[in-house]
Nanobody
Framework: EVQLVESGGGLVQAGGSLRLSCAAS????????IGWFRQAPGKEREGVSS????????FYADSVKGRFTISIDNAKDTVYLQVNSLKPEDAAVYYC?????????????????????WGQGTQVTVSS
């Protein structure tokens, strides 16, 4: 069974940076996508970025383009999210989601329903 473990969250001042990690294990096929999502209190879960293990293409929400960078280490089955220039509105619990991918032409987007396995989340707090 697929398991995801997020880490790297914490308290940071506005303008600061963090590197979030999502370690995946227990999957049966090597073709998959992992997306980062976030959810602030009282708000819906929001897709932030995604990447796939086939060709490494990355997608970003407009709100984080130029500030967040997603990467994948296939040898470690780990996806990273480098978050820079943090703003108070970036504060949320960050989750990673996993789904198998049949082909590079069938990649998921940033909608939470497209992912079927989730980690427990890591808290990012931004002080102003």
């Amino acid at each position: 069974e697929v398991q995801l473990v997020e880490s790297g969250g914490g308290l940071v001042q506005a303008g600061g940076s963090l590197r979030l990690s999502c370690a995946a294990s227990g999957f049966s096929f090597d073709e998959y996508a992992i997306g980062w999502f976030r959810q602030a209190p009282g708000k819906e879960r929001e897709g932030v970025s995604s990447i796939n293990s086939i060709d490494g293409r990355a997608f970003y929400a407009d709100s984080v383009k130029g500030r967040f960078t997603i990467s994948i280490d296939n040898a470690k089955d780990t996806v990273y999210l480098q978050v820079n220039s943090l703003k108070p509105e970036d504060a949320a619990v960050y989750y990673c989601g996993f789904t198998y991918v049949a082909a590079a032409t069938m990649l998921p987007g940033l909608a939470s329903y497209e992912y079927d396995r989730w980690g427990q989340g890591t808290q990012v707090t931004v002080s102003s």
